[in-house]
């Protein structure tokens, strides 16, 4: 990816269902929060931050396959794939 691209976390939240889109950006669009993780940079749509503030984005990568999981921070409760099914 060219320098200051990132991946774009963008959805709804509107009750009951959570929907989040990824994708790649070249840039963060104008609301967007910019979040510098260790290896990857992460442009949030601005309705999502407040949910998502308390969450980890944790990514696998298996053979050419990725998947990105939305974890809950503490370890009361188990992680969250990004459709909302237990992890």
Known sequence: LPEGSGIRISGSADPP???LELSLAPAPAENDEVV???DATVFLE???VALLDDKTLDTKIDGDQVSFTVVQAGPETGPQSMDGRPG
């Open 36 to 38: 510098q993780g260790e």
């Open 17 to 19: 269902q959570l929907r």
């Open 46 to 48: 601005d309705q999502l």
